[in-house]
């Protein structure tokens, strides 16, 4: 069975940092292709980043790009989010997902991924 546990979130002001750990078990993690979305109040899911199973490529969302930066540690079977000038915008619950069969087209979709985890929180305070 797979588990996926995300740590890392926080309050933090705006212009600050915060760094995003998911762990993984239960699954080959170096076969799967992982991302992260997030979940403001009030709204739906939206993709933030993507990681191939190699970490050969990666992918934002246009809000997070130039600030964010997913990498992964395929021998610790973790993936990170290094989020930095973070704004009162990215106030969300922020999840990780993994699925060994999502093609490179899907791979910001969230109905690609099977896996997912239970979520942290982000505030960023103005």
């Known amino acids: 069975q797979v588990h996926l546990v995300e740590s890392g979130g926080g309050l933090v002001q705006a212009g600050g940092a915060l760094r995003l750990s998911c762990a993984a078990s239960?699954?080959?993690?170096?076969?799967?292709?992982t991302a992260w979305f997030r979940q403001a109040p009030g709204k739906g899911r939206d993709f933030v980043a993507a990681?191939?199973?190699?970490?050969?490529?990666?992918y934002y969302a246009d809000s997070v790009k130039g600030r964010f930066t997913i990498s992964r540690d395929n021998a610790k079977n973790t993936v990170y989010l290094q989020m930095n000038s973070l704004q009162p915008e990215d106030t969300a619950v922020y999840s990780c997902?993994?699925?060994?069969?999502?093609?490179?087209?899907?791979?910001?979709?969230?109905?690609?991924?099977?896996?997912w985890g239970q979520g942290t929180q982000v505030t960023v305070s103005s």
């Open positions: 997902a993994t699925d060994a069969g999502v093609i490179l087209s899907s791979i910001r979709r969230e109905s690609a991924y099977r896996s």
């Open positions: 239960g699954l080959t993690f170096s076969r799967s292709n």
């Open positions: 990681i191939r199973q190699s970490a050969t490529h990666t």
